[in-house]
């Protein structure tokens, strides 16, 4: 059954700014050392780093939490299968309330194209 879903979008020139600016502190806030790892080898970073972020900002909307109650956005790692399809790995609190919702599976989808990054997340209940 599904429980929630979540859509963002992020428009890939306000990444093109933070890494043209060298804010490597907003880089370092949001995305984890794998992340980081993986977009910054990447022809264009910014829209890899977009992407990310709409999938973190589309989790939250769908777990109907926002960054309150504690989450870090560390607590959310998109990561990639052997084939590359993007996957999202919650730990610490998003993982707490993703579990004390009864929640146990979590759909996600990642796009971009003519300057946006755009997310769907869904949250699925057994």
Known sequence: MI???????????????FLDEGN?????????GPERHRCSGRKDAASCYAARFAAKEAFLKALGSGLRDGISWHD????NN???KPDLRIT???QELFEARGLGAIFLSLSHDGGQAVAMVVLEAP
Request: aromatic content about 6%.
């Open 76 to 79: 959310m790692e998109i990561v």
């Open 24 to 32: 490597q502190a907003i880089i370092v806030r949001l995305f984890t």
């Open 92 to 94: 610490g609190r998003a």
């Open 82 to 84: 052997e084939s590359g």
């Open 3 to 17: 429980s929630g879903i979540g859509v963002d979008t992020v428009d890939v020139a306000r990444f093109r700014r």
